[in-house]
């Protein structure tokens, strides 16, 4: 199984930052990822699309990017509704597996 | 617009049994890859099960953890998704989400509460 070591679990940081989370594929996984934010009790909102295309209606202020077998999520300026939850997912190979999570919260 | 409507959740002992369902609107269902993804309490996201449109033969791909145990099955006249889950263990307890469209689109979840 292909394993995506996401890091880190938890953030603060304060409104205006530059954030970056990132996972790391265990084994190729090509661009096939794709970043996930989720709010307290509500559903996972895609983010970004094979490994650096924005999903439809999410800010310019998110974005994505690869090196290697490094995947990464960036928030160029850090607003207060960006505060949650962040998952990245592979689906390069079944089964596909999700990064352990990162808790972002605002300083 | 999309809508994706997951029932049937609830507390349930070890060993028993429990169907889930998705309805779905909005999109071509046929044309749709469904999935189910779960979400332990405080814990993060794992994939469940895949199933495949009729030109793909309904393909089912399963987690490990679930491989045996659970089946996922679809009826397309019906727009429906479900997840039938057999012999349920205690860390089967999580919110679970239909999902569909490459994971575009999400239900509200479904609480599946597995406990003596």
């Known amino acids: 199984d292909i394993q995506m070591t996401q890091s880190p679990s938890s953030m603060s940081a304060s409104l205006g930052d530059r954030v970056t989370i990132t996972c790391q594929a265990s084994q190729d996984i090509g661009n096939n990822l794709i970043w996930f934010q989720q709010k307290p009790g509500k559903s996972p909102r895609p983010m970004i699309y094979?490994?650096?295309n924005l999903a439809n209606g999410v800010p310019s202020r998110f974005s994505g990017s690869r090196s290697g077998s490094d995947y990464s999520l960036t928030i160029s300026s850090l607003e207060s509704e960006d505060m949650a939850d962040y998952h990245c997912?592979?689906?390069?190979?079944?089964?596909?597996?999700f990064g352990s999570g990162t808790k972002l919260e605002i300083k | 617009a999309v809508q994706l409507v997951e029932s049937g959740g609830g507390l349930v002992q070890p060993k028993e049994s429990l169907k889930i369902s998705c309805a779905a609107s909005?999109?071509?269902?046929?044309?749709?890859?469904m999935y189910w993804v779960r979400q332990a309490p405080g814990k993060g996201l794992e994939w469940v099960a895949r199933i495949r449109t009729k030109p793909n033969n309904y393909a089912t791909y399963y987690a490990d953890s679930v491989k045996g145990r659970f089946t996922i099955s679809r009826d397309d006249s019906k727009s429906m998704v479900y997840l039938q889950m057999d012999n349920l263990k205690t860390e089967d307890t999580a919110m679970y989400y239909c999902?569909?469209?490459?994971?575009?689109?999400w239900g509200q979840g479904t609480l599946v509460t597995v406990s003596s």
């Open positions: 094979y490994a650096t």
């Open positions: 997912l592979q689906y390069k190979q079944y089964p596909l597996t």
């Open positions: 999902t569909a469209d490459a994971f575009a689109y």
């Open positions: 909005g999109f071509t269902f046929s044309n749709a890859a």
